[in-house]
Structure formats: structure tokens, C-alpha cells
């Protein structure tokens, strides 16, 4: 009898070979997919709502993605219109239910205001001339304004008012900034001009806005908030600047991921939404994190969150911070604590309106460590603020001491493009040491 074995065709030796050739290459891309993965450092953004944490990712695109394009800028006209909308919308409607309620300073606009209320609810809104026109005007009343130094009372978003800075380590002591109009800026440090003409002005002169620490020095041009802009905001050739794309407020809703390179190094950036109920999405992203950036809005201990309208923004904070260490998923996760808007944490205490001690009674008593750094030409009492906030969540961290994960904080302003790419820079090499442990390379 014949053998019966090997009775394969020509055509099945081939079509098999090409099998096995193509398994291999699947194989290597998969190798080659789990090497990259590997190498790709995962950085999870959590915080509570309005902290920053969205302004954070906008700066790593500036920083390392090339910015935003012109169709991008264009697409965001609408958010920022809305912006100026929403703002000018809680202001007026504030004015009423504040306790004691602040009146217009001028009577006769009030018809601007039931305007204002009118179009509040229209979500499909064509943002006329007409609308710019009565929202121009009702910003320029000085009760408004006088509401609008309330704001910390009820919900307003950031960008309905800011100076737009940037550090500048060259310099330090005492700056002064003047407003006048067509957007022209002067700019003093102690009594001496920085700015067209020589002007000497005492730091109580009305109009003036004092600042200090090395951080502050002045752009050519300052950016204001969109309610001060309205007339640029409204015009139909306006194109954003990044400052106002870092500035502009859209609700997080959802998890968005951020990739982009630094030196060769992949990294993956999870923006997760802070509210309440955006919350219970954050486990899906706890697989294979490398680091978890917590972000803390560290001038919001004088105001309540948007869920509730009681529980203080800030102590909502410290225990969100206590959860996320406390979790057992996580416990071998260290965490870069970002203490964020510097800029309105020191606003807020040198205007000494809203004093720390009236919320966190515990800050009458506290002392600053000895190894506390203060920024060249920075005010002692900003220097106090910022330190004990940052130490109440220190005090969370070594709480348990274990040693399996560490807390590494910075002070930050999220929307200063430079600082953020210090502070990032910083951030790099303790990330690096993160990623080696997660993988037993260290």
C-alpha cells in the first residue's frame, strides 16, 4: 500500500507558509505595540471641577503639540461669546439674591437687565450687536462691578475678569498696573515708570492695581478678561489669542486623552471631568497609570461648589485628595499635587476682603516651616497662604506612611505658559522614576 502522509498540494504548503509569515508579523507588531505601551508614560488628571485641570492639557499642546490651528481658534469664537453671556448673565442675576442685594448705580439701565435675564435660557442664541450692546454697558456700572467684587458669594467663571501675566525671573520687588483706554497699559515698579511718560502714583490711587513677586512683570499688550473685551469679542474678525483659549470655559463631560512628546518620550494625558458626577468615570482610567496629576484651585477657600452651593470648594478638595490616597487601587501610585491659580490666591489676600482664618479656622495658629522658599520680592503674607495650603494636603499624604507612593507638590498658574513648562520640566524626571517602578526597572 502507498503512504498516504504528506498529501498536501503544492498550493497548501503555500498558502501555510503564508500564514506562518503572516503570524510572525502580527506577533512583531504586537512585541512592538507592548514595548511602546510600555515606554509610554500615563498621566491622569483628576481634581474637583474648575481647578484647572483642562487649562493644563490646552498648555501641552502649546508646549508640545504645536498649539491650536486657526480653524481650532475659530471654533472656540462661540464658547467664548458664551462665556461672555454666562458671566454677565450670574453677575446681574447675583445683584438681586446677595444678602445684602447690590443696586445699579444707575437706575435707568435696568431694562438692560431684564433684557439680560431674557435671553439667559435661549441655549441657540445668535449673539447680536444688540445683546454686546446692553452687556457692555451693564459691565461699565459700577454696581455691577460692586457685584461682580462679590463674586465669591455665587458661581462666576474665571474668565469674566483677569490680567494676563507671565513670569519674568530678572526682575522682582513692587509692580503697579493702570488700565487706561484702547487697551494702553502702564506699567510702574515701586514709583518709578515703566510705562509712556513718567507718572508717580501711591499704591492707594484709585485705578491702580498693585502686585507683588519676581513672577510679575508685564506683556506688551495685557490681556483682560472677556467682559472687559467685549468690544473685540464681538467684532467678526475676532481670532483668539491662546491666552484666551487657555482663559475660555467649556464644562469637562466625558475622559479626553492628550498625547504628545517630550524629548523623545510618549506621554498620554487623561482629562477627566471634576464634578460630582463625572467622578464614578475615573476608575477606568486607574489601569497602568504612571503618575496621577491632582489639581487644586488653591483661591477657592472662600467659595462653595456649583453642586450643592454649601460645601467649600477648597475642603471639598483636601477630602477628594484624601479619597484618591486612601484608595486601595492606588496605593502604590504617587501623586504630583499642582497648587493652582497662584495668581488669584495672592489677588485675593492682598485685597485682605475674604481673610483664610474666617473658613479654615485652623490658619490663625499656623506657622511657616523653616524650609519654606518664598518667591524672590513675594509678600509674606502670600508666602503664609500658599504654604499652608499646600501643607494641609501634605498632611494627608504622610498620614498613613507606608512609603509605597509619594506626594510631590508645586505651585502653579495654569493659564502662565511658562511656568507650566517649568513646572512640567521639574516634573519629568520624578514621572521617569514613576514609570521605572511601574515596570520593576528601578
Given at each position: 500500500m502507498g503512504c498516504l502522509g504528506n498529501s498536501k498540494t503544492e498550493d497548501q504548503r503555500i498558502d501555510e507558509k503564508a500564514q506562518r509569515e503572516a503570524n510572525k508579523k502580527i506577533e512583531k507588531q504586537l512585541q512592538?505595540?507592548?514595548?511602546?505601551y510600555k515606554a509610554t508614560h500615563r498621566l491622569l488628571l483628576l481634581g474637583a471641577g474648575e481647578s484647572g485641570k483642562s487649562t493644563?492639557?490646552?498648555?501641552?499642546?502649546?508646549?508640545?503639540?504645536?498649539?491650536?490651528?486657526?480653524?481650532?481658534?475659530?471654533?472656540?469664537?462661540?464658547?467664548?461669546?458664551?462665556?461672555?453671556?454666562?458671566?454677565?448673565?450670574?453677575i446681574v442675576s447675583a445683584m438681586s439674591t446677595?444678602?445684602?442685594?447690590?443696586?445699579?448705580?444707575?437706575?435707568?439701565?435696568?431694562?438692560?437687565?431684564?433684557?439680560?435675564?431674557?435671553?439667559?435660557?435661549?441655549?441657540?442664541?445668535?449673539?447680536?450687536?444688540?445683546?454686546?450692546?446692553h452687556a457692555k454697558k451693564l459691565w461699565d456700572d459700577e454696581g455691577v462691578k460692586a457685584c461682580f467684587e462679590r463674586s465669591n458669594e455665587y458661581q462666576l467663571i474665571d474668565c469674566a475678569q483677569y490680567v494676563k501675566l507671565h513670569?519674568?525671573?530678572?526682575?522682582?520687588?513692587?509692580?503697579?498696573?493702570?488700565?487706561?483706554?484702547?487697551?494702553?497699559?502702564?506699567?510702574?515698579?515701586?514709583?518709578?515708570s515703566r510705562g509712556p511718560g513718567d507718572w508717580?502714583?501711591?499704591?492707594d490711587v484709585q485705578g491702580w492695581v498693585w502686585f507683588f513677586g519676581s513672577w510679575l512683570a508685564l506683556e506688551s499688550v495685557l490681556g483682560l478678561g472677556f467682559l472687559d473685551r467685549i468690544d473685540s469679542v464681538r467684532q467678526n474678525e475676532y481670532t483668539p489669542t491662546d491666552?484666551?483659549?487657555?482663559?475660555?470655559?467649556?464644562l469637562t463631560s466625558g475622559i479626553f486623552e492628550t498625547r504628545f512628546q517630550v524629548d523623545k518620550v510618549n506621554f498620554h494625558m487623561f482629562d477627566v471631568g471634576g464634578q460630582r458626577d463625572e467622578r464614578r468615570k475615573w476608575i477606568q482610567c486607574f489601569n497602568d497609570v504612571t503618575a496621577i496629576i491632582f489639581v487644586v484651585a488653591s483661591s477657592s477657600y472662600n467659595m462653595v461648589i456649583r453642586e450643592?452651593?454649601?460645601?467649600?470648594?477648597?475642603?471639598?478638595?483636601l477630602d477628594l485628595f484624601r479619597s484618591i490616597w486612601n484608595n486601595r487601587w492606588l496605593r502604590t501610585i504617587s501623586v504630583i499635587l499642582f497648587l493652582n491659580k497662584q495668581d488669584m490666591l495672592a489677588e485675593k489676600v492682598l485685597a485682605g476682603k475674604s481673610k483664610i482664618e474666617d473658613y479654615f479656622p485652623e490658619y490663625a495658629r499656623y506657622t511657616i516651616p523653616n524650609e519654606a522658599t518664598p518667591e524672590p520680592g513675594e509678600d509674606p503674607r502670600v508666602t503664609r497662604a500658599k504654604f499652608f495650603i499646600r501643607d494641609e494636603f501634605l498632611r494627608i499624604s504622610t498620614a498613613s506612611g507606608d512609603g509605597r507612593h509619594y506626594c510631590y507638590p508645586h505651585f502653579t498658574c495654569a493659564v502662565d505658559t511658562e511656568n507650566i513648562r517649568r513646572v512640567f520640566n521639574d516634573c519629568r524626571d520624578i514621572i521617569q522614576r514613576m514609570h521605572l517602578r511601574q515596570y520593576e526597572l528601578l
Open positions: 512592538k505595540e507592548r514595548q511602546a493644563i492639557v490646552k498648555q501641552m499642546r502649546i508646549l508640545h503639540v504645536n498649539g491650536f490651528n486657526a480653524e481650532e481658534k475659530k471654533q472656540k469664537i462661540q464658547d467664548i461669546r458664551k462665556n461672555v453671556k454666562d458671566a454677565i448673565v450670574t446677595l444678602i445684602p442685594p447690590v443696586p445699579l448705580a444707575n437706575p435707568e439701565d435696568q431694562f438692560r437687565i431684564e433684557y439680560i435675564k431674557s435671553i439667559a435660557p435661549l441655549s441657540d442664541f445668535d449673539y447680536s450687536q444688540e445683546f454686546f450692546d513670569k519674568d525671573h530678572h526682575k522682582s520687588g513692587c509692580y503697579a498696573v493702570r488700565l487706561v483706554q484702547d487697551g494702553e497699559v502702564w506699567l510702574g515698579r515701586g514709583r518709578i508717580t502714583e501711591d499704591r491666552q484666551d483659549l487657555l482663559r475660555c470655559r467649556v450643592d452651593n454649601n460645601t467649600n470648594r477648597l475642603r471639598e478638595a
